[in-house]
């Protein structure tokens, strides 16, 4: 589905400070409005946030001890130096085993539903125990995980502050991991400062590649808003055998279909695309402009663009201003329990 005219119109406004269509005059703030970052963080009704909470959680996110094998953390494979993914084309899980698909980012999940490649999941919770049960991946035994952590001074003093008069469950190991990853939130982008009002905060050819983004290019028609995706599923037609959403909803138009993800800090997440098959940004651009493979399933917004050189260069430009200025991250000192006092 195309953008509607007006909306190629106001995003002009991105170059020009305001251009009147029809009788209503679009502005450069209302272009903003659409890009404009949320003030807080959302968390469900039956998992609210609270410090203590997100800080047993970010233990836990760190810890290996939440695998079978003891050497496998959340963050081995959401790495925060590597914008909380792993920088390789397939997840790499128990055993050195290679995954089917790319690991995710988690980075801007509170605002996601469906999580995973094919949308499994209906949410954060549900989402940080899959990879952890599954034997390719972390191998753990859910339901061994209560005994493993309750064997742990610093955990059973930590579980008893956050959730009171509950023994240590997988469900309240969780909510605490999920709360975690619901703060992993991108920092402030050049992007941000310019629909701020900075106009020296990205150069000439992003501003260029901003209108490429929402006029000829069509990219803001999957990567909407602040978070530069609209969370849904489609099939961009890349060369691979994996059905993705297929296998969950058997609708002609799921066959091949993935999760759209965010766009920021995309920078410093190559390589791309659900199997890690695409190398840069450049790649992606090329991929979109004429590299895809018809079928049925085939998303309506993908279609030959046709882009210039320039346009081309301007779209990787406009892109690489939404890599945000993220402090570094702390990692935290784990307790010491059975499974580290052994030599």
Excluded at 123 to 147: I, R, T, W, Y
Excluded at 207 to 234: E, I, L, M, P, Y
Aim: net charge negative; with cysteine.
């Amino acid at each position: 589905m195309q953008a509607p005219k007006w909306f190629s119109v106001l995003l002009a406004a991105a170059v020009v400070p305001s251009i009147a269509y029809g009788a209503e005059t679009l502005s450069l703030e209302r272009m903003k409005a659409l890009y404009q970052r949320p003030k807080s963080i959302p968390f469900p009704a039956d998992n609210p946030f609270s410090a203590e909470k997100a800080a047993l959680g970010e233990m836990l996110f760190f810890d290996p001890r939440l695998s079978g094998a003891n050497y496998i953390s959340c963050a081995s494979c959401h790495n925060p130096a590597l914008s909380w993914g792993d920088g390789l084309p397939r997840g790499i899980g128990h055993g050195m085993t290679v995954l089917g698909r790319r690991t995710p980012t988690v980075l801007n999940a509170a605002w996601a539903d469906l999580l995973m490649w094919d949308g499994r999941m209906p949410n954060l919770e549900a989402q940080a125990l899959g990879p952890m049960s599954a034997p390719v991946e972390m191998n753990q035994e859910l339901a061994k995980l209560p005994a493993k952590l309750s064997a742990i001074a610093g955990y059973r003093e930590r579980f008893a502050a956050v959730f009171p008069y509950e023994e240590i469950t997988v469900a309240n190991a969780a909510k605490a991991i999920a709360t975690y990853e619901r703060t992993v939130v991108s920092g402030t982008a050049p992007f941000d400062r310019w629909i701020a009002g900075d106009e020296k905060a990205i150069s000439e050819s992003a501003k260029r590649g901003f209108v490429v983004f929402n006029t000829k290019g069509n990219c803001q028609a999957c990567h909407s808003g602040w978070n530069f995706t609209d969370n849904s599923f489609r099939d961009i037609g890349l060369p691979d055998a994996d059905i993705g959403r297929g296998k969950i909803l058997d609708l002609p138009s799921m066959q091949h279909a993935f999760k759209t993800p965010t766009l920021r800090d995309v920078e410093r997440r190559a390589p791309y695309m659900h199997d890690g098959s695409v190398p840069t940004l450049m790649a992606v651009v090329e991929h979109y402009d004429h590299g895809f493979v018809q079928r049925p399933s085939l998303s309506e917004e993908v279609k030959s663009l046709h882009l210039t050189a320039e346009e081309k260069t301007d779209l990787a430009d406009f892109m690489m201003t939404l890599t945000g200025e993220n402090p570094p991250v702390h990692v935290p000192v784990l307790f010491a329990g059975p499974q580290t006092a052994q030599r």
